[in-house]
């Protein structure tokens, strides 16, 4: 495996369900990032990881739990979802947290919650 | 406070025509600036990146942006557009410095190249 991956790809639930998103990245970073991009809206930050530690939490709502157990791995776990929360979430990396690090994106997991 | 605002949501241009894309950027120190793309169903690719170096820089794919601090501009271009050039095209900027840097992204143009 190369880059940043995500599993799954795709996922439905249910509002009363518990999901886990995964994300790994094999580039040696030590910076991982969640992001949220709906239709007809700007990529929204939800979590910035910086080795293992919660760097930033952008408001998001407590029903998104993210975990990062080490440098190369993180989760985003899901409970009782709204359908507005149906979208793309993308994880990305970066090699460190400074604004010059360009930032290496997964391809992102299709999520519907109905 | 940082924002980045692309003007034009959708650009539509004939195979071999060039290709021009907007970004306006508002920051209160001097920023980095990059250019992604999204395909579908893809994740974003980085294109190219602004660090305070050359102000025109080169990208893959034949892309390439100019840094213009006198117009907050750093305009994505390619001389002739080519079929597969089609996809989502975001512009993000981030603060300068060696503390966190959090990427504020536009909100996307979408590219479309006729035969």
């Known amino acids: 495996e190369t880059g940043v991956t995500q599993t799954p790809r795709h996922l439905v639930m249910g509002m009363t369900n518990k999901k886990s998103l995964k994300c790994e990245q094999h580039l040696g970073h030590n910076a991982m990032y969640w992001y949220k991009q709906s239709a007809k809206k700007p990529l929204e930050l939800m979590f910035v990881?910086?080795?293992?530690?919660?760097?930033e939490n952008n408001s998001v709502p407590s029903r998104f739990s993210p975990e990062c157990p080490n440098s190369s791995h993180l989760f985003l776990h899901l409970h009782t979802l709204q359908p507005e929360d149906s979208a793309l979430y993308l994880c990305?990396?970066?090699?460190?947290?400074?604004?010059?690090?360009?930032?290496?994106f997964g391809p992102g997991t299709r999520l519907t919650v109905t | 406070a940082q924002s980045v605002t692309q003007l034009g949501s959708h650009v539509s241009v004939s195979e071999g025509a060039l290709v021009l894309l907007r970004c306006n950027y508002s920051?209160?120190?001097?920023?980095?600036l990059f250019w992604y793309v999204q395909y579908p169903n893809q994740g974003l690719q980085l294109l190219l990146k602004y660090t305070s170096a050359a102000t025109l820089v080169k990208g893959i794919n034949g892309f390439e942006a100019e840094f213009k601090k006198s117009e907050t501009s750093f305009h994505l271009t390619k001389p002739s557009a080519h079929m597969s050039d089609a996809a989502e095209y975001f512009c993000?900027?981030?603060?300068?410095?060696?503390?966190?840097?959090?990427?504020?992204f536009g909100q996307g143009t979408i590219l479309t190249v006729h035969p």
């Open positions: 920051s209160s120190v001097p920023p980095y």
């Open positions: 990305a990396s970066s090699q460190g947290l400074g604004g010059r690090y360009e930032q290496y």
């Open positions: 993000a900027v981030s603060a300068g410095g060696t503390s966190y840097g959090k990427l504020t």
């Open positions: 990881y910086s080795l293992e530690e919660r760097v």
